[in-house]
């Protein structure tokens, strides 16, 4: 792996980086499902949600880089604004266009599962699922789309606040605003009425719905800049309570019609992971090296990982093969985590990180 990626892990922060691998492995090991049959029944022990890790870490990690933008020398302008743009554009878009693609010409070969009438100009733009739900087309799209839009609102909502307020202020207002008015959307659409699968497309993926997903991380990364001490000082009752926040928020029953389910239910989970942060941040370094080599691992390539491990392998496994007893149901999922693992460190490493590399020219 050291050969492959050539890492320097000088650079890493061991803690997030296993942050950011358990997200991913929650994520396909949920995913597989799709094509584990009776063998999932074996090893379905109730997992909160990775995506919303996901969510937290990226606001943790942008609001880092964020702030510290906003608060050297040459402060916050078009100029720079446009440079964190750019620089985000070029981590994300290259991949998910690529896979947009090879996910198009899968369906509309029939090779994986999903209907080519899902498809639409809106996936090009984000806006597939910016108001509304979508169904049956690169699903694990969805998430994406919260995060460009959040992209641009959140630095662009600071940059028209500074205007009228000092830069704490206006990045604390920033926050408050992004955590506030998602909320009262929801509040807004509560009275819907929906099935579990409907709840999902209607309320959890869904652009305006989620804005605040990505905020509570940023508002970790506030906190840390600003309150360095507190940060450091409550990192392990914050762990404690941020666990206790998120099976709590997943394993306690709850009524799917119900206010709270669509509501608070998603300030819960977001607030419990980014919880779990200051503890995370503090870990610097690994004791073992190879483990601490396969976690880095796992998290560099977990971008691509989380493009093709649903539409382009599990759904293709599942299209194109028929397991019938629960040794092959076995080795199918086995495939699915191999394909999953190997084409995503590829795919890393001869697109992703060679595309990431022309930012900085």
Known sequence: MKRLF??????RVYGLDVFRAIAILIVVRAHGREISGPIFDFINIPMID???LFFVLSGFLIGSIFIKMLESQEGLSFSSLFQFWKRRWFRT??????????VYLLVRFGLTGGKLEGYSYKFIFFIHNFHEGF???FWESWSLSIEEWFYIFFPFLTFLLLYFYPKRKALLISIITLIVVPL???IAISDMQVVHSTWDIHFRKVVLTRLDTII??????????YYSDFWSKSKNWMFIIGLILL???RLLPKDINGFYAKTFFFNVSSIGGALLLAKSDSIKNFKYPWFGRSITFISLISYSMYLINLSVVA??????LSPESNLEFGFVYILYWAITIVVSALLYKFFEKPIMNLRDR
Not at 216 to 225: D, E, P, Q, R, S
Not at 315 to 320: A, H
């Open 93 to 102: 878009l290259p991949n998910y266009f690529l896979i947009l693609l090879t």
């Open 50 to 52: 990775g995506v919303e």
């Open 184 to 186: 009262l959307y929801r």
């Open 216 to 225: 509570y991380g940023v508002l970790a990364a506030y906190i840390k800049f």
């Open 247 to 249: 099976y709590g928020n």
């Open 135 to 137: 169904h049956d087309f």
């Open 315 to 320: 759904l293709v496994l599942k299209t194109n």
């Open 6 to 11: 050539d890492i320097d892990l000088q650079k």
